[in-house]
């Protein structure tokens, strides 16, 4: 039945399959890559969202081999190309923030109106801020004992200053352990070129590793160098932003196997149009019918 010229179907929630899909279909229709149907001239699509993030690409047939599921047959103008696409749950961004932070407590039994404080490695001992996520409130703070360092100031009369920053190593091993329940790695994906989006262009452009309006290309080690960065400055305006960056790095590193030379292609648009599942969807759409 259709009620106003819309479907039954219409109004749904999109699971993490079908938007890795759309997400993918719409990078790489922009960039028209679909001319040959190889799957060797498509392009991989990484999509950070907040609760969970997606991965995409075409496979080839031996790469396909080592892929355990998550290899779906899309019709692509009239011909079936393989896709593999996988959405890792809680590996969005928000998600992994809120597990990070919360490294090691127990929440089964808080109250949602309560407020909980947290302290966390992965944030600077200055910081002090509200933060909610889930239902929940959060008061952030940084570790009782302090890590401190000692940098050179920036004024005529030189010297050092004691600085305050977060420790690292230790906030690297937190996210390490957390990445590492990823199982399955997505084989064959650093063998593509890779296009990546929302958070992970988000953040990249907060720190000034590409230009917001015209994005850029980069290398995965450049999420590490701003990092350490970050984590070595007292930032209050952006709290988080030591831990977000480490995420992306590890998560990109360890979770996805690329190497730190990998080459990211970071675009919040190509040719006028945001990158999203949104064009993809509205094509499979005009295909199937409504």
């Known amino acids: 039945m259709k009620l106003g010229g819309i479907s039954k179907n219409s109004i749904s929630i999109m699971d993490g399959t079908d938007e890795g899909i759309f997400s993918w279909f719409t990078v790489n229709f922009l960039l028209e890559r679909f001319n040959t149907h190889n799957p060797g001239s ?49 590996m969005g961004l928000m998600a992994a923030r ?95 070129e890779i296009y990546a989006f929302s958070y992970y262009f988000d953040r990249a452009t907060e720190v000034g590793l590409v230009d917001p309006f015209s994005g850029g290309v980069i290398q995965v080690n450049a999420f590490q160098k701003q990092a350490r960065d970050a984590c070595d400055y007292p930032n209050t305006d952006q709290p988080f932003i030591c831990l977000d960056l480490t995420f992306i790095y590890v998560l990109l590193r360890d979770g996805f196997g690329l190497e730190p030379n990998t080459k990211l292609y970071l675009y919040k648009k190509i040719n006028g149009h945001e990158l999203s599942w949104a064009l993809g969807a509205a094509f499979n759409i005009i295909q199937n019918g409504f």
């Open 98 to 192: 809120k597990e990070i932070l919360t490294y090691g407590m127990n929440l089964d039994s808080v109250n949602p109106k309560d407020t909980i404080e947290v302290r966390s490695e992965c944030v600077n001992p200055i910081v002090s801020t509200e933060w909610s996520y889930g239902g929940f409130n959060y008061i952030i703070k940084g570790p009782v004992n302090a890590t401190h360092k000692l940098v050179k100031t920036q004024n005529f009369a030189g010297g050092e200053v004691d600085r305050p920053i977060v420790n690292f190593p230790e906030c690297s091993k937190i996210i390490e352990k957390y990445v590492g329940k990823i199982k399955n790695k997505p084989e064959g994906l650093k063998d593509h």
């Open 42 to 90: 498509t392009v991989a699509a990484l999509d950070l969202g907040g609760g969970s993030t997606q991965v995409t690409f075409s496979p080839n047939s031996i790469q396909e081999k080592g892929l355990d599921g998550h290899t779906y047959s899309v019709n692509i103008f009239s011909h079936n190309m393989s896709v593999y696409t996988h959405s890792y749950l809680g």
